[in-house]
């Protein structure tokens, strides 16, 4: 069922009619809106309404500016419908690039921890091409972690409130064989430059990453290796401009690292082995 929202006026009164309106219609209001892929939305949207007072208020809310995936209340990931909620980072499609360099390196995982989790996506992703693997995750932020623990119970995934590793059980130090931290990477100054839907509809937290951008990896990378089993990998998505800054984080903290890039998706992740 698509999240409860408050309700406002249709902005599009005469698209709709007592009956469930054409594909259509519905895209000629998202295309008035400025929905760039307005056919692809409306698809989704008519496919999760199942009234017309019900396509009303889900379109009206993606109008408003609500991003598509809360108005869902689900985003695809990896094959995967993770469910999302306000108030808690939406996953991008670019960081399933994230989970493949993962699964490249240790494809036999046994121990996965999904660090600034958020949804909890990447943990779900893992778990779901990996032959049950025993999951943690971590958020600080609380609408986080209740999302997070809706997306992994089916996998028995173990979802912490906290600050990063502090949150974390100590027996699983120097066990953890990937290590995923989707941590906040927008420098301080750049967050307002941000499309309205991040800015407006997502945690600060989540967001924010400090003067460069890099505080939340240095603290990641600094200690990652207490945690990682020998061999075990910790991966972060960065971007290109930071990627050099973030790499040189992760060889201080004694860890053999690569940048790969993918140029389909504009996707940046440093990968550090603990050897």
Same mark, same amino acid.
């Given at each position: 069922?698509?999240? &409860?929202?408050p309700?406002?006026?249709?902005?599009?009164?005469? $698209?709709? &009619?007592?009956?469930?309106?054409?594909?259509? &219609? $519905?895209?000629a *209001?998202?295309?008035?809106?400025?929905?760039?892929?307005?056919?692809?939305? *409306?698809?989704?949207?008519?496919a999760?309404?199942?009234?017309?007072?019900?396509?009303?208020?889900l379109?009206?809310?993606?109008?408003?500016?609500?991003?598509?995936?809360?108005?869902?209340?689900?985003?695809?990931?990896r094959g995967?419908?993770?469910?999302?909620?306000?108030?808690?980072?939406?996953?991008?499609?670019?960081t399933?690039f994230?989970?493949?360099?993962?699964?490249?390196?240790?494809p036999h995982?046994?121990?996965?921890?999904d660090?600034?989790?958020?949804?909890g996506?990447?943990?779900?992703?893992?778990?779901?091409?990996?032959?049950r693997?025993?999951?943690?995750?971590?958020d600080v932020?609380?609408a986080?972690? #209740?999302?997070?623990?809706g997306?992994? *119970?089916?996998?028995?995934? #173990?979802?912490?409130?906290?600050d990063?590793?502090?949150a974390?059980?100590?027996?699983?130090?120097?066990?953890?064989?990937?290590?995923?931290?989707?941590?906040?990477?927008?420098?301080?100054?750049? $967050?307002?430059l941000?499309?309205?839907?991040?800015?407006d509809?997502?945690?600060?937290?989540?967001?924010?990453?400090?003067?460069?951008?890099?505080?939340?990896?240095r603290?990641?990378?600094?200690?990652?290796?207490?945690?990682?089993?020998?061999?075990g990998?910790?991966?972060?998505?960065?971007s290109?401009?930071?990627?050099?800054a973030?790499?040189d984080?992760?060889?201080?903290?004694?860890?053999?690292?690569?940048?790969a890039?993918?140029?389909?998706?504009?996707?940046?992740? $440093?990968?550090?082995v603990?050897?």
């Amino acid at each position: 069922m698509p999240p &409860s929202f408050p309700v406002s006026p249709s902005p599009f009164p005469s $698209v709709f &009619s007592a009956s469930l309106p054409s594909c259509d &219609s $519905v895209v000629a *209001a998202l295309r008035a809106a400025g929905c760039v892929f307005a056919e692809d939305e *409306a698809a989704l949207v008519l496919a999760a309404a199942r009234t017309p007072t019900e396509l009303t208020a889900l379109v009206d809310r993606r109008v408003a500016g609500l991003p598509l995936e809360l108005v869902l209340g689900w985003a695809e990931f990896r094959g995967l419908r993770i469910a999302v909620a306000p108030g808690v980072f939406v996953p991008r499609r670019r960081t399933e690039f994230l989970v493949s360099e993962a699964l490249a390196h240790a494809p036999h995982a046994d121990v996965v921890v999904d660090l600034c989790c958020g949804s909890g996506a990447v943990g779900a992703a893992l778990a779901a091409a990996l032959d049950r693997p025993e999951v943690h995750a971590v958020d600080v932020d609380p609408a986080a972690v #209740r999302c997070a623990r809706g997306n992994l *119970a089916d996998v028995g995934g #173990r979802v912490y409130a906290g600050d990063l590793f502090g949150a974390l059980p100590d027996a699983l130090r120097g066990r953890v064989d990937i290590l995923a931290a989707n941590v906040p990477y927008v420098p301080t100054g750049e $967050v307002a430059l941000l499309p309205a839907e991040a800015r407006d509809h997502e945690p600060l937290v989540a967001l924010d990453g400090g003067t460069d951008g890099l505080d939340v990896l240095r603290r990641v990378a600094a200690e990652a290796p207490r945690w990682l089993a020998p061999g075990g990998c910790l991966l972060v998505e960065t971007s290109e401009r930071q990627a050099p800054a973030a790499a040189d984080a992760f060889a201080r903290a004694g860890l053999t690292t690569r940048l790969a890039v993918s140029e389909e998706w504009y996707a940046h992740v $440093v990968i550090g082995v603990r050897h």
